[in-house]
């Protein structure tokens, strides 16, 4: 029996955009029904069996949509499979776990889902934001750090365990750790 899952992103220069929709095709390559949508664009969770959402991450801060997203939704995603991923570090430590923002971490904790996984962002000078990241993407900081193997695998983890719950036992991937 496949299961209904929703990736729920909130990009800012598209780069955690294209991240969700890598997820999602990956997720539906194991028979589930996967809808990528905007965090805006969700009003209710309603129907779905797993959530994964996903923010770009700068300065240690995610999109204040995916944290409305995850306060308005609180009490319905306690009751589902839940997985956060954020996107957006990029130079010479692109891979390092970030850590979740504090009240990322409390609404992640009231809900019970671990960890964010972090991925490597992307910085172009086409999609730059801002004075500040169009500058920064003109340097060694620019480019594209996301390693599409990595977050293939880590969405292979998530649908074997949306599977497994089909089963009636299910369990997140495992958390990165932090150094």
């Known amino acids: 029996m496949s299961r209904k899952v929703l990736v729920a992103y909130a990009s800012k220069m598209g780069a955690t955009a294209e991240i969700a929709k890598g997820i999602g ?10 809808d990528v949508r905007e965090v805006t664009q969700v009003r209710s969770i309603a129907g779905y069996d797993a959530v994964v959402l996903g923010s770009a991450i700068y300065a240690g801060r995610w999109r204040s949509e995916a944290v409305h997203f995850l306060h308005k939704h609180t009490a319905a995603l306690h009751d589902r499979q839940v997985w956060l991923f954020h996107s957006g570090p990029i130079g010479p430590h692109a891979d390092r776990p970030q850590g979740m923002p504090r009240k990322v971490r409390l609404l992640a904790d009231r809900i019970g889902a671990g960890p964010a996984t972090t991925f490597a962002g992307r910085l172009d000078p086409e999609t730059a934001k801002g004075f ?8 060694e900081l620019g480019g594209d750090a996301r390693d599409w193997d990595r977050i293939g695998a880590w969405a292979q983890d998530v649908a074997d365990a949306i ?12 958390p990165e750790t932090l150094p």
Do not use: F, N
């Not at 095709?25 to 996967?34: C, F, K």
């Open 25 to 34: 095709a990956e997720i539906r390559q194991h028979r589930h029904l996967v």
């Open 163 to 174: 599977t497994s719950a089909e089963v009636g036992a299910w369990s997140r991937p495992e």
């Open 132 to 139: 500040l990241a169009r500058r920064m993407a003109v340097t």
